[in-house]
């Protein structure tokens, strides 16, 4: 069965970086497209950053763009998503996912998340 295991997560003062890792097991990534989510209290889970099988093409969402990086190493089967100049805004539940088709399509296949909060 295909697990998908976030981890980084953590506490840390605005401005700070931090480096998020999923890790999946069960299946080879290289042929999907994965992609980071978030939730926070009150808020519908939204996309991140997502990236395109072979990384030729990614999206992020407004908030992040110049921010944050996301990246992958198929062989390694493990997505990362670079999170730099964190604001307190970007506190919130984050998401690993895998989808099969592109970007805009549903993603199918999820982690347990990992809590990143921003805060003084």
């Known amino acids: 069965q295909v697990r998908l295991v976030e981890s980084g997560g953590g506490l840390v003062q605005p401005g700070s970086s931090l480096r998020l890792s999923c890790v999946v097991s069960g299946r080879p990534i290289e042929s999907y497209t994965m992609a980071w989510f978030r939730r926070s209290p009150g808020r519908e889970r939204g996309l991140v950053a997502g990236i395109t099988w072979n990384s030729g093409r990614t999206l992020y969402t407004d908030s992040v763009r110049d921010r944050f990086i996301i990246s992958r190493d198929n062989a390694k089967n493990t997505l990362w998503l670079q999170m730099n100049s964190l604001k307190p805004e970007d506190t919130a539940v984050y998401y690993c996912?895998?989808?099969?088709?592109?970007?805009?399509?549903?993603?199918?296949?999820w982690g347990q998340g990992t809590q990143v909060t921003v805060s003084s």
């Open positions: 996912a895998r989808g099969s088709g592109g970007l805009r399509d549903e993603f199918n296949t």
